[in-house]
């Protein structure tokens, strides 16, 4: 079946420019997580929803970054007044509800959004 | 927060050798997941295991929880070029009342394995 899907796949951006990003989870999928990737490093956690639980946002690394997920589907993340260090690729995970077993423990990742910012 | 020391960073082998790579950890984590993400891609889940010392093969790859719940091997055996990548560990660390635990994977800085024909 289809996997996470994200766009756009590369983003070059002014800075101080606002962008957003998409994710389209698994289908039956009911939690999402969006990680970030440094150059080399490993992957650092920012947001998690799970149903119609308030999301996790203690990952955000500042208030410019927020993120929402609609229909419980559907996750964009939103950057407001990007700067250099926000360059990255952002990754989006889907799993099952962890209330469903163990395999609520696996995340299964789309192929990221390269953001660069200028 | 919880940190995952994986280890070695990097690796240089020939084909056919077998691999081996770890992670630690300084708390005490329930899951430990091991992934391969390829140049331009995101991580491919390899193994998950939920139990101390659990031992767990998919093909050519085994990993093991550790009894202490604190640490993770990896083993690639005959490897084969199509192994080069970057290994990553991650860990779900035990779920704490408040539920902030939940769905925050930590993950190792990774291994990079380069494989000569």
């Known amino acids: 079946g289809a996997g996470v899907s994200q766009s756009p796949s590369n983003k070059v951006t002014e800075k101080g420019k606002d962008v957003e990003l998409r994710c389209d989870p698994i289908?039956?999928?009911?939690?999402l997580y969006w990680y970030r990737q440094s150059l080399g490093q490993g992957l650092e956690f920012l947001i998690y929803f799970q149903g119609n639980s308030a999301p996790d946002k203690s990952g955000l690394p500042s208030d410019r970054f927020s993120a929402e997920r609609t229909g419980g589907s559907v996750s964009t993340l939103t950057i407001q007044r990007t700067q250099q260090e926000d360059s990255a690729v952002y990754l989006c995970?889907?799993?099952?509800?962890?209330?469903?077993?163990?395999?609520?423990?696996?995340?299964?990742f789309g192929p990221g959004t390269r953001l660069t910012v200028t | 927060g919880q940190q995952l020391n994986q280890s070695p960073q990097s690796m240089f082998i020939q084909e056919g050798e077998d691999v081996s790579m770890n992670c630690t950890s300084s708390s005490i984590f329930n899951t430990w997941l091991w992934y391969k993400q390829d140049p331009g891609e995101g991580p491919v889940l390899l193994i998950a295991?939920?139990?101390?010392?659990e031992l767990t093969s998919n093909g050519r790859l085994t990993a093991q929880f550790g009894i202490t719940r604190k640490d993770s091997f990896l083993n690639i055996s005959a490897s084969i070029p199509s192994d080069v990548g970057i290994y990553f560990c991650a860990g779900q660390p035990l779920f704490n009342a408040g539920g902030t635990s939940y769905g925050k994977l930590t993950f190792g800085q990774g291994t990079i394995l380069t494989v000569h024909p």
């Open positions: 289908s039956g999928h009911t939690a």
């Open positions: 995970a889907s799993s099952f509800a962890l209330s469903g077993g163990l395999s609520g423990y696996e995340q299964y």
């Open positions: 295991l939920y139990k101390a010392g």
